[in-house]
């Protein structure tokens, strides 16, 4: 097998006497989605930060592309090429759709630092940023001002700018939480082929989804990752059924 | 056209007519007052880079406005008194040139702006505006107990720094030479709020974490518009002091940085122009109110009160409605 892209090893994260992360081992390859699902509170979103950068773990390695990138800090891993989108939106609410798409394209391309040039008029960034909106569904609404979107639009636009990155991986924290039955099956026919660019690290809720669109699957509960494997052996794992499948029924 | 535009325009043109008309009926004061207005705009304009951009509340501006007076007031002492500024390891004497001491004000504002920005920076929210005010304040006492200069008492330059080819004792003159000025400067944060940084340094303020997650560091982002902002600030401080044709360390006290802010919420933060009509209205309110009462400024609270909780967006935002989110 090629070398993965993503390598976490050993990561342990207490938040007092929770412990969030208890020796997680995790590995995304080139090619792959490897989803990541779990109960509420099972850590997820705190593995994510960990690998981002937004927390430090309180020991383990986070190794990117060979490079243990564990010390450093969330901006030098995005410049590395981490690509992330928040389950939590995190956009400029103010800005237009497409002046957080233009800033994505910004972030890739580099030049922040000029201070007389209008940025929106940079044929560059906006075919980047405008490609970004248009693969995501988003283009009819792109002059909008982005606290006017819906909340499920604010995770597809969470999407298109982590597109505008072209990122060596994908972080995404659960990108089709209220995107509704139409916008979820057109996001996963996008995350399908996304693969192919870069490798999808996917925290994502929806049973079906994950099972269809996954490579493999790991499950944690209670910070403790109990099973990593393909879709079907997922499936067939009695302990993940008792600890997550079953209490799915009556959430 | 847009009405925000329309505004714009039509607060130049009033800032314009008021001092031609003024001069036409032989009325100088009325022009030193729309001086005044012009040059507490240019500060008001450089503060709202940081507060309107950056959303970084500096309480401290008065460092930077200071600063730039005293370098004024510093070059233009040497250059009356026939004295060097140093004479090791290179003789520099003073100048009486405007020119050369703007440069030397945002050079030295630009610098003052880095070293607080750098320190302030690290902290946020409440800290950001402590800490800010310290710094202020340490050089307020810093030029109060300075003798080479005045101390307390401050400096009198008998005579206004000169500009080629003007008269800027006459005040008509030497308005024009701070209407320009305003114009440049206005026409150089409104690119900027516009640029590529203009961009990011918005995005940083309404979400730090989106913009880490694109590779950018908020501090960084932070400090180019400290310092950028001081250094407009302390040109509007050296112009000031040119006025006046007196420095004291009055421009350093914690009023001076406040009545900047004013300027700034008065006329709408983040709107490239609303410093300009913040400042032309605080010194109308001045003018007018100051002559009804001594406690004018009393009125002036309410005001400001009626305009935090009633208009948020200042004069721009019950005028011009919200800000346009990008042409
Ligand atoms: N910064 C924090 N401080 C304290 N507790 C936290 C913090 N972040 C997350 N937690 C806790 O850690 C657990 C895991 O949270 P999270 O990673 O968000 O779960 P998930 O994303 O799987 O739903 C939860 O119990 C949550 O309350
Ligand atoms: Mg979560």
Redesign the pocket.
């Known amino acids: 097998m090629t070398d993965p892209v993503l390598d976490i090893r050993g990561l342990n994260k207490s ?2 006497a ?1 412990r ?1 992360s208890q020796d997680i081992d995790l590995t995304l390859h080139p090619g792959e989605i490897h989803a990541l699902i ?1 109960p ?8 994510i930060q960990q690998i981002a950068g937004g927390l430090r773990p309180d020991s383990g390695q986070v190794i990117f592309d060979g490079r243990d990138v564990t010390g450093l800090s969330t901006a030098a891993r995005a410049r590395l090429g981490m690509g992330r989108t928040f ?1 939590i939106s995190a956009l400029a609410m103010d800005y237009t759709v497409l002046q957080n798409a233009v800033l994505g394209a910004l972030g890739a391309r580099g030049g922040v630092y000029r201070f007389f040039r209008p940025v929106m008029r940079d044929a560059d960034l906006l075919a980047r940023a405008r490609a970004a909106l248009d693969t995501v569904g988003l283009t009819e609404f792109q002059a909008l001002r982005t606290s006017e979107l819906s909340h499920g639009q604010r995770r597809q636009l969470e999407v298109a700018v982590a597109l505008t990155l072209s990122p060596r991986v994908f972080l995404m ?1 659960e990108p089709m939480a209220g995107l509704g039955a139409d916008g979820s099956r057109r996001l996963m026919e996008m995350l399908d082929d996304l693969r192919a660019q870069a490798p999808i690290l996917l ?1 994502e809720h929806d049973m079906d989804a994950v099972f269809a669109l996954a490579d493999r699957i790991s499950v ?1 509960v209670y ?1 403790q990752i109990v099973a990593t494997g393909t879709v079907d052996e997922i499936r067939a794992n009695a302990e993940v059924r008792t600890a997550y499948l079953g209490e799915e029924e009556d959430a | 056209m847009r009405r925000e535009t329309l505004l714009n325009a039509a607060v130049l043109a009033l800032l314009l007519a008021v001092p031609l008309w003024a001069q036409a009926t032989d009325e100088p004061f009325t022009i030193t007052l729309a001086t005044r207005a012009v040059i507490l705009a240019i500060a008001g304009v450089g503060l709202n880079v940081a507060l309107g951009l950056g959303g970084l509340v500096s309480l401290g501006h008065a460092l930077f406005f200071g600063v730039g007076g005293y370098a004024m007031g510093i070059l233009a002492f040497h250059a009356q008194s026939y004295t060097t500024l140093i004479d090791w390891p290179v003789t520099i004497e003073g100048t009486k040139s405007m020119p050369v001491i703007w440069l030397v004000a945002v050079l030295a504002s630009a610098l003052a702006a880095l070293g607080v920005g750098a320190l302030s920076l690290r902290t946020t929210g409440v800290y950001f505006i402590m800490i800010t005010l310290a710094f202020a304040q340490m050089f307020y006492f810093f030029a109060i107990s300075w003798p080479a200069y005045g101390g307390e008492d401050g400096m009198s330059i008998y005579v206004r720094n000169g500009f080629p080819g003007l008269n800027t004792m006459d005040p008509i003159q030497f308005f024009a030479v701070c209407f320009g000025l305003l114009l440049l400067v206005l026409l150089i944060v409104w690119r900027l709020s516009r640029s590529p940084l203009g961009l990011m340094l918005g995005a940083a303020r309404q979400s730090e974490a989106r913009v880490q997650a694109l590779g950018q560091v908020p501090y960084r982002l932070y400090l180019t518009a400290f310092v950028i902002s001081g250094a407009i600030t302390g040109l509007a401080g050296a112009l000031f002091a040119d006025l006046n044709r007196f420095v004291s360390p009055t421009m350093f006290s914690w009023q001076t940085s406040g009545e900047i802010m004013v300027f700034v919420i008065l006329g709408g933060v983040g709107r490239v122009f609303g410093p300009v009509a913040g400042a032309a209205l605080f010194i109308v309110l001045e003018h007018s109110l100051g002559g009804l009462s001594e406690f004018w400024h009393i009125y002036l609270g309410a005001i400001l009160l009626g305009v935090v909780l009633f208009a948020r967006g200042g004069l721009y935002g019950l005028l011009a409605g919200r800000e346009r989110a990008h042409d």
């Open positions: 938040f007092g929770l969030a779990g509420n509170g099972a850590g997820k979103s705190t593995l389950q924290d925290i944690l910070g």
